[in-house]
């Protein structure tokens, strides 16, 4: 039974690791801290031989099961040679950031790392990390309204300006989250989203109250702009993962012609229907 | 000016800091990040007229506190990097880059959407080098003001 035991633990540390990248990965940890932080993984669990390969939506582990007395009988009676290779594959799409579980995680592979955790306690504590509740959405509703009244005003917008892009940023985060519970395509979610930052801003120019049309709409397309996947993709590139760094590459300038396209289009509609505006 | 750019611009950060989820007790870090970010980009665009040299100064200020707040903290880098670089990113370009387009301004347009693009040329190779900086001066910068 030894034998066995050794590999049946092989295989949980594959499958925790597994788990662990994926949940890394898919809350928008970099690729080469998830390359890191489970090779770490596996080394702190005992297993030497451990590759992996992690693309921006995808992971690859496999373990070299080879010196166990199980394999090698196996190998004896069926004639084949080599070592008996455990490996998984996690297809991880694109989803959206939690900042607050990539630094959970970061905290649990420290502890694995110093040896103070053992196996079962790191798979509870990896699901209690992946159910890590994302803030009320009223607060997110109420962040995004503060992001896009500071920017306004940062950017040269007056008080008034401000107030306005408050509220269009707290409009636009609202139908963001309508339109992402309904799993709305990310192409159609940015282009909708920006027509309408578009059209309040300028409802708010023309009818209610503000001061500079541009400013408005600027302060509160903010929260639609792709930082996220820019800085990424640039901090892929610069630890050699070209693939993943081209993939959120085209993710931000993908996002950024959208927006471009949702705010052309609203633009236009208005000049059409009421003449030059501004 | 100066003082209300900067608290204004901390609760920017702060403000997208609560969108991606950041935990709690790192939003003033990551806020001072977006607001040191901003001040720098401030001072040098008004001594030297180009976006992309202020932004690439900027982020080169921005990174290295990020840096030095993840070693202190114990924290990924993400965290504060994101957060803090919100207040650079060429949103403004995109809109302009648009509008100009749609109003039938082509030259505008075309002269909108190139800056758009050097800003975030500037914006990456500012990470860039700063990530290249050997990880020891960090460590050292977090140690010296911990004491």
């Keep these: 039974m030894e034998p066995n035991n050794s590999q049946e633990k092989n295989r949980e540390v594959l499958e925790l690791t597994s788990r662990i990248g994926e949940v890394l990965l898919k809350n928008g940890g970099e690729i080469f801290r998830v390359q890191e932080t489970m090779q770490r993984i596996a080394k702190a669990y005992g297993v030497k031989r451990f590759h992996v390969y992690v693309l921006a939506n995808g992971i690859f582990t496999s373990i070299e099961e080879d010196g166990t007395q199980i394999s090698r009988q196996l190998a004896q009676e069926t004639g084949c040679k080599g070592p008996d290779d455990a490996c998984q594959v996690r297809h991880v799409p694109l989803s959206s950031i939690h900042l607050g579980r990539v630094a959970a995680v970061n905290n649990l592979s420290r ?148 927006i471009a396209l949702g705010v052309g289009f609203m633009l236009s509609l208005v000049t059409m229907l009421t003449g030059p505006i501004v | 000016m100066l003082l209300i750019q900067s608290v204004v611009a901390f609760f920017a950060t702060v403000a997208f800091a609560v969108l991606f989820q950041v935990p709690r007790e790192q939003y003033v870090y990551s806020g001072l990040c977006g607001s040191a970010g901003w001040l720098c980009y401030l001072l040098v665009v008004a001594n030297y007229p180009s976006p992309a040299v202020a932004s690439f100064a900027a982020v080169i200020v921005l990174t290295m506190m990020a840096r030095t707040f993840a070693v202190r903290r114990k924290t990924p880098v993400t965290i504060f990097l994101i957060c803090g670089i919100f207040p650079l990113v060429p949103g403004a370009g995109i809109y302009y880059t648009a509008y100009n387009f749609i109003m039938g301004y082509n030259d505008m347009a075309a002269a909108k959407g190139i800056e758009t693009i050097k800003i975030a040329v500037a914006i990456a190779l500012a990470i860039v080098c700063t990530f290249s900086l050997p990880a020891p001066i960090f460590r050292k910068l977090a140690g010296e003001k911990s004491r």
């Design chain 1, 111 to 258: 502890e694995i790392v110093e040896q103070r955790c053992t196996m079962e306690q790191a798979w509870q504590k990896i699901e209690e990390i992946d159910q890590i509740p994302f803030t009320s959405q009223w607060f997110q509703v109420f962040a995004s309204g503060v992001g896009s009244a500071s920017f306004c005003y940062l950017l040269g917008g007056s008080v008034l300006d401000s107030l306005a892009s408050f509220i269009s940023g707290m409009l636009v985060w609202c139908f963001v989250l309508f339109l992402s519970a309904r799993k709305a395509n990310k192409i159609m979610l940015n282009i909708l989203s920006s027509a309408l930052v578009t059209l309040t801003g300028v409802l708010f120019f023309h009818f209610i109250f503000g001061e500079n049309m541009d400013k408005i709409i600027i302060g509160s397309i903010i929260p639609l702009v792709p930082g996220v996947p820019l800085t990424n993709s640039i901090r892929d590139f610069l630890n050699g993962d070209y693939l993943s760094g081209t993939i959120r590459m085209i993710d931000a300038v993908l996002v950024a012609c959208c």
